[in-house]
């Protein structure tokens, strides 16, 4: 599996919500694998979360500077790199740590349509 950076933070906060049916159901299905432990490649660009996406179109994401610009935020504030192997509940801790604690979310992706269904995810954690 191939998981950009910034969609680390979106696992952690999914709560069944997205653009649409196929969207969900897809971001379902990665969430549970991911959480149960299976290994992913950090990836720049397209990734198994953007495969159902509406922004994806011809396989060109519509707000790439915006998703890029996450992206770097991510891998600075962890400490990643593209192409490595990871496991998720190893990136989780590291974000609770890291971004969650330091009111970082806001930081790196406060201009996603998102971003205030993620801070209430936080807020009630």
Request: charged content about 35%; proline content about 2%.
């Amino acid at each position: 599996m191939q998981i950009r950076p910034h969609h680390i933070l979106c696992i952690g906060n999914y709560v069944g919500k997205g653009y649409s049916e196929e969207f969900t159901a897809n971001m379902d299905g990665i969430c549970e694998r991911l959480k149960n432990g299976e290994p992913f490649i950090l990836t720049k660009g397209k990734d198994d979360v953007c495969a159902a996406c509406p922004f994806l179109k011809d396989g060109v994401c519509k707000t790439v500077e915006k998703t890029d610009r996450y992206d770097e935020s991510v891998c600075t504030a962890l400490g990643l790199k593209y192409g490595e192997k990871y496991v998720y509940d190893e990136l989780e801790r590291k974000a609770e740590e890291r971004i969650y604690g330091s009111r970082g979310l806001s930081f790196i992706c406060g201009d996603c349509e998102w971003h205030d269904l993620c801070d209430n995810v936080r807020k009630n954690k």
